[in-house]
């Protein structure tokens, strides 16, 4: 019912910036954060950013934190993610998710009910 499709990924080099978005589309739940993970080959995925349903929260893993940033337009039905001075090590997909239940901060894949297709970010050294 609830469709999300990422967009925005692609190769850059390290040091470089890429920025990430997600649309929402079909039957979405106001007032419920939204948040975005990752998956590198063998790696679990894991969590990445999470952005409150007004904006006013962020919560950020250690990895990322001072380097991404996570915004949202609920007009557009949309979230983002800037991805500054990018490292090898951020290279994965990066799926974007949503919550249909509330909780504060998610940080958990079962916390979150829908989720896109992925988009890929490779980062070269």
């Known amino acids: 019912q609830v469709q999300l499709v990422e967009s925005g990924g692609g190769l850059v080099q390290a040091g470089g910036s890429l920025r990430l978005s997600c649309a929402a589309s079909?039957?979405?739940?106001?007032?419920?954060?939204m948040g975005w993970f990752r998956q590198a080959p063998g790696n679990e995925r894991e969590f990445v950013a999470a952005?409150?349903?007004?904006?006013?929260?962020?919560n950020y893993a250690d990895s990322v934190k001072g380097r991404f940033i996570i915004s949202r337009d609920n007009a557009r039905n949309t979230v983002s993610l800037q991805m500054n001075s990018l490292k090898p090590e951020d290279t994965a997909v990066y799926y974007c998710a949503s919550q249909n239940r509330y909780t504060w901060p998610p940080t958990a894949e079962y916390e979150f009910a829908y989720w896109g297709q992925g988009t890929q970010v490779t980062v070269s050294s």
């Open positions: 952005i409150s349903w007004s904006g006013h929260s962020t």
């Open positions: 079909g039957r979405t739940f106001s007032g419920y954060p």
